[in-house]
Every structure is written in C-alpha cells, then in structure tokens.
T-cell receptor, first 119, second 115 residues
C-alpha cells in the first residue's frame, strides 16, 4: 500500500531563508508525486508534480522539488522564503494512471506541514 | 481555469440532522472526490465517483453517502450528523486518470460544525 510521511508538522523560517519541507513515500511502483499548498481558508492548489522524466521539477512561486528514487523522497525547497509563503503544504502520491479508460487513481496525502515565515 | 464550487463555506447543524454538501465543477471532469480534513490527519478520502451514478468508497465512508446524478455535480450526504463529523470537507475533480496525470482540482472547502 502507498503511504506518505511528512516530517515536521510545523516548520518556521525567517523571511529570506531557505525553505525545506520533507516528504518520503512508499510505493510498489514508480509513483506520481505532488505538492499542494493550502492558504488560510482556501482549498488546495497544485504547486508542482513529478510524473516521468526530469527528476527536478519546478513549480509556481519559486518552489521546486527533486524526486530521489534511492531515498524515496520528494522534498520541497525554495531558496528564499517570503511572508506570502506562509501556508500548509501537503505532499501526495499516486500510482501512474491506467492507460485504459478505467477508474481513477486516487491520491494519498501526507498529514501536512504548516509553514510559518517570521519577519 | 478549472472551477470547483462548494455551495457553502460554513455550515452549523444539529446532531441527527440530515446534511447535504454540494459540489459543482465546470470543466466536464469525469472524476469527483470528497475528502475530510482534520488537523494532524491530512486529507482522507470519503467517496469518489468516476462517472454519473457511479461511486466508490474511499478510506472513511462510514456515516456518509454520495449522489452523482449529473456529471458536474457531486453531493455528500450525512444521513444523521454526529459531533465527530465536525470537520472541513473538500471536494475535488479531475479528468480520467490517463489524461489527467492524476491532477485534482479543489474547491474552497466547507467547514461543518455539528452541535
């Protein structure tokens, strides 16, 4: 069964500092991996995804993540934090989609990391 | 842009009431999902649907049912609300998996309080 572990339910950084949010997964097949962000009182918004190809993926708002198969990790980084980055971040995993027109493939979410940015 | 609209942002209901949460998407997506979000537990899948009138249980279906009579609308029903169903409920939609790369689009959420 697939699972996602996000280390650190709360992370605090200073404005301008490196942001590093950790995500490890378990999957029996090469997975699809996602990071979503949730701003206060809003739904989830896709930050970035890894499906196939280049293992370093870039997303919106200056975030990027690297798929490391040997470490089963997909950590999210941003070189310089901004106050507007304060939000909750969720890592998610799924199996690659089936190629026939069958049922959907579900996302399995981690428990989330709340990022605080101090001035 | 994909738009997933949840009919209510906040709801307050009493124990034992029947509660309907409505979700509408405007992008002709085949798949629709209902999650609940609780602090420290992340998002947990309640039910999903991959076609009209089709539904499958997620990880925590107990106490819930769903209805999908039209492609764009997916309803979550709490047959008899209980206090342990106080939570944030999120609806999502996506294209069929093979075309979608499993990307799901989320509504803004409904915060339900059961008193």
């Amino acid at each position: 069964a697939q699972s996602v572990t996000q280390l650190g339910s709360h992370v605090s950084v200073s404005e301008g500092a490196l942001v590093l949010l950790r995500c490890n997964y378990s999957s029996s097949v090469p997975p699809y991996l996602f990071w979503y962000v949730q701003y206060p009182n809003q739904g989830l918004q896709l930050l970035l995804k890894y499906t196939t190809g280049a293992t370093l993926v870039k997303g919106i708002n200056g975030f990027e993540a690297e798929f490391k198969k040997s470490e089963t990790s997909f950590h999210l980084t941003k070189p310089s934090a901004h106050m507007s980055d304060a939000a909750e971040y969720f890592c998610a995993v799924s199996d690659p989609p089936m190629n026939y027109g069958g049922a959907t493939n579900k996302l399995i979410f981690g428990t989330g990391t709340l990022l605080a940015v101090q001035p | 842009d994909v738009k997933v609209t949840q009919s209510s942002r906040y709801l307050v209901k009493r124990t034992g009431e029947k509660v309907f949460l409505e979700c509408v998407q405007d992008m002709d997506h085949e798949n629709m999902f209902w999650y609940r979000q609780d602090p420290g537990l992340g998002l947990r899948l309640i039910y999903f649907s991959y076609d009209v009138k089709m539904k499958e249980k997620g990880d925590i279906p107990e106490g819930y049912s769903v209805s999908r009579e039209k492609k764009e609308r997916f309803s979550l029903i709490l047959e008899s609300a209980s206090t342990n169903q106080t939570s944030m409920y999120l609806c999502a939609s996506s294209l069929f998996a093979a075309r979608a790369k499993n990307i799901q689009y989320f509504g803004a959420g409904t915060r339900l309080s059961v008193l």
